[in-house]
């Protein structure tokens, strides 16, 4: 067992060593999922599976870092505490919950310290149906010209045009019409894509081979970046609300 703050890293090089030594640790396979580009060292990076329970399982667990890229250094840290806590691997299985790891859903952002993907997508936007006419956002196209001047740093123009925006709609708008995310400016802001991206069809495919056999699932997405530091805010999505 480790302390909490060791669980921890500072970088993604350093958060897969750590997480990659845990299941080793825990006697655990690795199923490692290869990114076509490097990090920012040379160091390989990969969307790295580790499962701890039987494939026939009937409750599976997921808990996933790094979607957000920058982010996934809180989350790897999660993980790799989790698989050295004896106490919390003794609950699962005695309630028969199998448990996937996937450490850096988005492992080229996590490397670059970057939210997107190495194709500038905002990943948990890009999981929608490409067969049809994507979402159209056309308070965050009013906004593009402003948000990413042609020039940088922004000019006092620039600054002077965007709090007029700001004046003149509020806070609250604004920030709805960039956090909806948008598929029309590739080079914007909270950009969903236009195809699936490599993290979106290779997590697929992990889903599809690992939780076949699930008749129920559950899935803790580990995040960071909102509200006060050290505080914690659990986002329920699922068929019971309550």
């Known amino acids: ?3 909490i703050p060791q669980a921890f890293a500072a970088s993604y090089a350093q958060a897969r060593a750590q997480f990659v030594g845990a299941a080793a640790v825990a006697g655990l396979a690795l199923q490692p999922q290869v990114h076509p ?21 009937p409750r599976l667990l997921i808990v996933s870092s790094g979607c957000h890229g920058v982010e996934g250094l809180c989350g790897s840290g999660v993980q790799v505490f989790a698989l050295q806590d004896g106490e919390w691997r003794a609950k699962a299985r005695a309630q028969r919950v199998a448990v996937l790891y996937l450490h850096a859903l988005n492992p080229y952002g996590f490397a670059h310290l970057r939210r997107v993907t190495h194709e500038n997508v905002d990943l948990n936007r890009n999981f929608v149906d490409f067969s049809q006419p994507l979402p159209a956002n056309p308070a965050y196209s009013a906004l593009h010209p402003v948000l990413l001047p042609p020039e940088w740093p922004p000019s006092e123009a620039n ?5 007029g925006l ?11 019409a960039i ?3 948008q598929y029309q400016h590739p080079d914007g802001l909270y950009f969903g894509g236009t195809a699936p991206t490599w993290s979106n069809r290779t997590l697929r495919a992990v889903l599809r081979r690992e939780g076949a056999r699930a008749e129920r699932i559950a899935w ?12 914690g805010e659990r986002i329920h999505a699922g068929r019971d609300e309550a």
């Open 220 to 231: 803790v997405d580990l995040h960071t970046g909102l509200g006060p530091s050290g505080h």
């Open 166 to 176: 700001l004046n003149a709609h509020g806070l609250q708008a604004l920030q709805a």
């Open 37 to 57: 580009l490097c990090g920012p060292n040379g160091e390989t990076l990969a969307l790295d599976v580790v499962r701890e329970g039987p494939l026939d399982a």
């Open 1 to 3: 067992m480790i302390g």
């Open 179 to 181: 956090t909806r995310g």
């Open 159 to 163: 600054t002077q045009a965007l709090l």
